[in-house]
């Protein structure tokens, strides 16, 4: 029992500092991209180039985030079966990562598209695209964040019965 009780506190502490890392970072990884997008040293150009060198790492750092936060989340579940917030904190996770998936192939895609090769004019796809990817971006961010939150609630703890 001891060692499932040490297995399930690795488990939870990697699943909380991951949780937070994605957040963390995307959230950086967004105010970077806005600062560079709308600075007045780069043109249209060196834009699209910026976005199609970074926006690639990002989905890849995304998808082993969602990947190892997803095997965590059922190993958390597996080792605390009778826990809702498990069970809340996996569904947020493999909701959010189906948003994402969907956003990459949907939205990321088409974009890239849209920008190669570099320096075109903004149509109008565009701009839906991105105001779309803009809106998805929030709803799968913020379902990673509630998660992370719940996954840093105690947990009850019950006392055990005295060996007689």
Excluded at 37 to 64: C, E, H, M, N, V
Excluded at 84 to 91: D, E, F, K, Q
Excluded at 118 to 124: A, D, E, L, S, W
Aim: glycine share 4%; with cysteine.
């Amino acid at each position: 029992m001891a060692s499932g009780r040490v297995q399930n506190t690795w488990c939870v502490a990697l699943l909380r500092f991951l949780l937070a890392a994605w957040v963390g970072a995307a959230v950086l990884y967004v105010i970077t991209s806005v600062a560079e997008q709308i600075s007045p040293d780069f043109d249209s150009r060196i834009r699209d180039q910026l976005a199609t060198i970074r926006f690639p790492i990002y989905y890849k750092f995304g998808a082993f985030i969602y990947g190892a936060t997803a095997v965590l989340a059922v190993a958390v579940w597996r080792l605390q079966p009778e826990s809702h917030r498990h069970i809340i904190t996996l569904g947020l996770i493999a909701v959010s990562g189906a948003i994402y998936a969907w956003d990459y192939f949907q939205i990321y895609v088409p974009l890239q598209e849209l920008i190669t090769p570099p320096g075109q004019v903004r149509t109008q796809e565009f701009v839906r695209l991105h105001t779309l990817s803009r809106n998805v971006n929030v709803i799968h961010l913020s379902m990673m964040l509630i998660a992370g939150l719940i996954s840093c609630v105690p947990a009850s703890t019950t006392p055990e019965p005295a060996a007689d």
